[in-house]
């Protein structure tokens, strides 16, 4: 891996410390309303219980 390319990683992974730590805001963020995620469960057809495993 050339020097540029590990430098950058690197911050990157520190980065996402602080950003973790809340010592930092994340540049962006998503949201979701509760419809459209019971919408996609039910499109895959699981249960509550078993998209939940998935997520975690």
Do not use: C, H, W
Not at 3 to 23: M, P, Y
């Amino acid at each position: 891996m050339n020097k540029k390319l590990f430098s950058d990683l690197t911050k990157s992974i520190k980065q996402a410390g602080r950003i973790r730590r809340g010592e930092r805001p994340a540049s962006r963020t998503y949201t979701y309303d509760a419809v459209d995620v019971r919408t996609l469960r039910e499109s895959v057809q699981v249960s509550q219980s078993q998209f939940a495993r998935v997520l975690i």
